[in-house]
């Protein structure tokens, strides 16, 4: 038996901002952000909103469009570094709780940007070990909630969201997952950290005033580091498999910049029409980049079941891992 992906959703908040709004709070131009970026606007969750909140909504679609009961779930997991609460509930037990699901094992995992595909490689381990039938995974982010709008650098580049998938199984290969790799240096830990709120430098009040509550990142270094380990992630997955790039039929990277997914694209030979590309409209979306950028497509009836694709992502920890699987999903629903 196989890990299966059998359907994908997202769920994308309304309130639209755009480069120019920011030019109204902070020194920052929308030809800066543009050219550094390729990043035109995102989406930011109404102040009443939490990560479960967003994540609820894509579940539901998820399930509905896998075929079956939200009873016949039997795992939930959700990768996110913006959850509902610091500490406990697990944004997991929430979202579980919403959807009317009770005594199934449900937990969060914290793998930055690269958490959709390291729950991906957990729901893969447990259905092929017979541990599991139908697993819910989401990358879920309210990152408006951790970033520092008065810190340019960091402020233009994050959106929010959320994207899940069911992993349910297959006896057929040519409708699998195949093969997923992660991993991570924690050499490179303070490249990306939001360095307050945690047991390292706890919540007062003198911490708060000095924003550590807020993401902060090594932007630079962090590009020429994702370029180089992103590029290698993906030759080497392509070649286990013994798969030429042309055999891919959507390449879908971590949406963070236009600039390191053009750049990774160019290197593995990846044509701009392999290439999905939503970075423009959503900014980086953490956890949930790839799974909303998977429904777009999905929605756009571009994904079709029996395509292979392949995931690839890259955040903070560092943390990295790329999934090469067949959408195994149904009729738009
Ligand atoms: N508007 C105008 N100017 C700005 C802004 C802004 N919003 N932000 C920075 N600048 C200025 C800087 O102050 C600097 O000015 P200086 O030269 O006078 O000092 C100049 O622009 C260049 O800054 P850099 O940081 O060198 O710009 P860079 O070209 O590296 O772009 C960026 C920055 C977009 C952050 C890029 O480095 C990047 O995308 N890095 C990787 C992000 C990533 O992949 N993260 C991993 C995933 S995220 C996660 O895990 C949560």
Redesign the pocket.
């Known amino acids: 038996m196989f890990a299966s992906f059998k359907s994908i959703a997202s769920y994308i908040p309304e309130r639209v901002f755009k480069n120019s709004d920011?030019e109204k709070i902070?020194?920052?131009?929308d030809e800066?952000?543009v050219k550094?970026?390729g990043i035109k606007e995102r989406r930011f969750a109404a102040e009443h909103e939490a990560t479960s909140d967003l994540a609820f909504e894509a579940s539901k679609i998820a399930i509905q469009r896998a075929g079956i009961d939200a009873e016949e779930i039997d795992c939930i997991l959700v990768a996110t570094?913006s959850p509902d609460f610091l500490c406990m509930p697990s944004t997991a037990c929430v979202l579980a709780e919403r959807l009317g699901i009770e005594n199934i094992p449900a937990f969060d995992i914290s793998a930055?940007?690269s958490g959709f595909i390291y729950l991906l490689s957990i729901a893969k381990a447990y259905v092929e070990s017979n541990t599991y039938k139908n697993i819910l995974i989401v990358g879920a982010e309210k990152l408006s909630a951790i970033t520092d709008f008065s810190d340019?650098?960091?402020c233009?580049?994050f959106g929010d969201g959320a994207g899940a998938a069911v992993i349910g199984t297959t006896q057929e290969k040519s409708s699998s997952v195949l093969d997923i790799s992660i991993s991570s240096n924690g050499k490179y830990q303070d490249f990306?950290v939001t360095p307050g709120g945690g047991s390292r430098t706890p919540i007062r009040a003198d911490n708060v005033d000095k924003n550590l509550q807020y993401?902060k990142?090594k932007?630079?270094e962090?590009?020429k580091l994702?370029v180089k380990t992103l590029a290698s992630d993906v030759k080497d997955i392509l070649q286990r498999n013994n798969i030429s790039p042309k055999d891919i039929r959507f390449f879908i990277p971590?949406q963070?910049?236009l600039?390191?997914i053009k750049a990774v694209g160019e290197l593995l030979d990846f044509s701009i029409e392999q290439s999905v590309i939503t970075v423009d409209k959503y900014g980086?979306t953490?956890a949930a980049s790839i799974p909303m950028a998977m429904n777009d497509i999905y929605e756009e009836g571009r994904l079709k079941k029996g395509d292979l694709i392949l995931l690839d992502a890259?955040?903070?920890g560092l943390t990295w891992g790329s999934a090469l699987l067949y959408f195994n999903g149904g009729n738009l629903i």
């Open positions: 920011f902070i020194d920052t131009s800066w952000i550094r970026t570094i930055a940007c340019r650098s960091t233009v580049l990306l993401m990142m932007g630079n962090t590009f994702a971590h963070a910049n600039r390191i980086n953490s890259f955040g903070g």
